[in-house]
């Protein structure tokens, strides 16, 4: 059983950064791949990033390319997602989720992971 914290979230005005992060107990952290998903209102919730159970893969969605960074601290049992040059589309609430599968890649459908957080708004102004 993994249980997952999302915090950090909050209003960013266009251009600016927010990290945030997700603390999960449980000791299979170290050895799940680990995702960030968002859900803006109306719409389906989608793949943001994903990194691998070492940290050694990493996988982004085209719309946050070079601007988003995920990153683990295996040790700390927390995973972060950098978010710099926000735009209002990024607005959404942003969800962790732990895959329990132990797998190579990263996996960037929902259904492939087991655990979720409660998700943390985001809120990026114009």
């Known amino acids: 059983q993994v249980q997952l914290v999302e915090s950090g979230g909050g209003l960013v005005q266009a251009g600016g950064s927010l990290r945030l992060s997700c603390a999960a107990s449980?000791?299979?952290?170290?050895?799940?791949?680990m995702g960030w998903f968002r859900q803006a209102p109306g719409k389906e919730r989608e793949f943001v990033a994903g990194i691998n159970w070492r940290g050694g893969k990493t996988s982004y969605d085209d719309s946050v390319k070079g601007r988003f960074t995920i990153s683990r601290d295996n040790a700390k049992n927390t995973v972060y997602l950098q978010m710099n040059s926000l735009k209002p589309e990024d607005t959404a609430v942003y969800y962790c989720?732990?895959?329990?599968?132990?797998?190579?890649?990263?996996?960037?459908?929902?259904?492939?992971?087991?655990?979720w957080g409660q998700g943390t708004q985001v809120t990026v102004s114009s």
């Open positions: 989720a732990a895959d329990q599968t132990l797998r190579i890649g990263v996996p960037i459908a929902s259904y492939d992971y087991d655990y």
């Open positions: 449980g000791r299979t952290f170290s050895s799940s791949a």
